[in-house]
């Protein structure tokens, strides 16, 4: 019976034992804590990061775009009748009637291909930035949408 008592005094837990476990439990949650914290920080800052370069880039674009029409737009001054016609002039060229001029039919030539400087009105379409949920989603809601919204097979 005193082989027993000793046995079982040897194996029974301490109190400062106890107290021990119960602060490595607890020093453990909160590490563990911790890293999911600095994980969400992290991935929550590449998101934004990405999210802003994205917009910077649509900017880039809306400024290239508005560029384009105006070199457009200047190239339709340049090309229209009225300044070519002074370019001629400044040129030495004068002004031919219809009776003077000499016209050659070429059986190949299938003539001038009309430009079109603006797009018809179904075309056009207004732009929104919009940002996409990948970038919007956050950790805590990707998780609630997990935990509510299970994933179809």
Do not use: C, H
Request: glycine share 4%; no cysteine.
């Amino acid at each position: 019976m005193d082989n027993v008592l000793k046995i079982k005094q040897a194996y029974s837990q301490t109190p400062w034992r106890k107290q021990v476990q119960t602060a490595g439990l607890f020093l453990a949650i909160l590490v563990l804590g911790l890293v999911i914290l600095i994980i969400y920080v992290d991935v929550s800052a590449k998101a934004a990061s990405v999210g802003r370069d994205i917009q910077q880039m649509q900017e880039t674009i809306e400024v290239l775009e508005r560029s384009i029409d105006s070199k457009q737009s200047q190239l339709a001054e340049l090309t229209s009748a009225v300044e070519m016609e002074e370019r001629a002039i400044d040129m030495g060229f004068k002004p031919v009637s219809p009776g003077e001029a000499m016209y050659l039919v070429i059986p190949e030539y299938a003539g001038r291909q009309s430009v079109v400087l603006l797009p018809q009105n179904d075309a056009v379409q207004e732009r929104k930035i919009v940002l996409s949920p990948e970038y919007s989603l956050s950790l805590i809601g990707w998780l609630r949408q997990q935990l509510y919204l299970p994933s179809v097979p």
